[in-house]
């Protein structure tokens, strides 16, 4: 599945030659490249590609470059999730009249809402940390943080998410609400590019990851 495909002139295409990894170069309109478009369920836009002997130019860079490209595009995704975790608010429990009150003063409700806004700050902290660390020359420390942010951002995705639908009740999963469009994002974002399990592998995988004996 290629995020936009459909809409690039050029794709980017990581292949394995000769026991490497190899990156490739592939235009759209190059022969025997097949295109099938789809939608997913965030309201964006993917496709399937397909090549049979179709030609391509190798690009200088290996397996390191890829892991590289994957880095960057991953902080991008969790910068973007904290962008979705702060829509996903809950002013409509401040409109909801329940008992001639708005429903979030209940007590119940704002220990949910607390939570919520719990998840998102130790999302934000974490995105930052990673923002900080990102453009270390150490590849360990850059993946270290990077992955770290991205398990954050998964947990704080699927909370808040879930929450969020919750709180507006049968409403939040209809199209009619912003809330659950927000959901099906966050929900996108947990999986894609490694989900929570993948990034707890990889970090636990790093050098700089120590088990104690004791």
């Known amino acids: 599945m ?4 459909a809409q690039a002139d050029y794709w980017i295409v990581p292949a394995r030659i000769d026991g490497d990894v190899g990156v490739f170069l592939v235009a759209r309109d190059a022969p025997r490249a097949q295109i099938a478009e789809y939608r997913t369920i965030d309201g964006q836009r993917a496709a399937t590609l397909t090549f049979h002997d179709t ?3 190798r690009l200088n860079g290996d397996a390191s ?18 962008g979705a975790l702060d829509a996903a608010t809950v002013d409509y429990t401040k409109q909801r009249q329940q008992f001639g009150m708005p429903i979030a003063r209940f007590q119940a409700l704002q220990h949910r809402m607390v939570d919520m806004l ?7 902290s974490i995105v930052y940390l990673a923002a900080a660390r990102y453009a ?11 992955s770290a942010a991205k398990v954050r951002i998964g947990q704080a995705a ?8 919750q709180l507006h009740g049968g409403m939040g999963v209809t199209n009619e609400l912003p809330a659950a469009h927000w959901f099906k994002r966050l929900s996108i974002i947990e999986t894609m590019l490694g989900d929570v399990d993948h990034h707890l592998a ?4 790093l050098p700089s990851f120590a088990v104690s004996d004791a």
């Open 158 to 165: 699927r909370f808040v998410g879930q929450q969020a639908v």
């Open 202 to 205: 990889r970090f636990a995988a």
């Open 2 to 5: 290629v995020r936009h495909g």
């Open 65 to 82: 470059t890829l892991e590289h490209i994957a880095d960057y595009a991953t902080f991008l995704l969790c910068a973007e999730a904290i």
């Open 118 to 124: 719990i998840h998102a700050e130790q999302a934000r």
């Open 136 to 146: 270390s020359d150490d590849p360990v420390i850059r993946a270290q943080a990077v």
């Open 55 to 57: 030609p391509a130019v």
